[in-house]
Nanobody
Framework: QVQLVESGGGLVQAGGSLRLSCAASGLTFSSYSMGWFRQVPGKEREFVAAISWSGDRADYADSVKGRFTISRDNAKNTVYLQANNLKPEDTAVYYC????????????????????WGQGTQVTVSS
């Protein structure tokens, strides 16, 4: 079955950086767009970033544009989220997810477009 395992979260001071990783198995990774979402208690899970299956297209939430970068290594079946200049409002559990469909034409930014989810990794940014 499909497994997505996130890592790299932790506690960081405002202005600091973290690199999140998501290792995938059980699917043909290079065929699927991948996304990062985040969630804080009491709020809905929200889109952060997504990257196409080919790696040539990406999309970001306005709140993270210019600070976060999504990338992928299809040889390692891994997607990354480089988070720079972190702010306290970035504190959340971060989840990676695989697109519902393979070879998607567009980079999906909505929850319903994703079919498989990891268990999440906590990111805490102190002020």
């Amino acid at each position: 079955q499909v497994q997505l395992v996130e890592s790299g979260g932790g506690l960081v001071q405002a202005g600091g950086s973290l690199r999140l990783s998501c290792a995938a198995s059980g699917l043909t990774f290079s065929s699927y767009s991948m996304g990062w979402f985040r969630q804080v208690p009491g709020k809905e899970r929200e889109f952060v970033a997504a990257i196409s299956w080919s790696g040539d297209r990406a999309d970001y939430a306005d709140s993270v544009k210019g600070r976060f970068t999504i990338s992928r290594d299809n040889a390692k079946n891994t997607v990354y989220l480089q988070a720079n200049n972190l702010k306290p409002e970035d504190t959340a559990v971060y989840y990676c997810a695989a697109d519902r469909d393979d070879y998607s034409i567009v980079v999906v930014t909505t929850l319903i477009g994703y079919d498989h989810w990891g268990q999440g990794t906590q990111v805490t940014v102190s002020s």
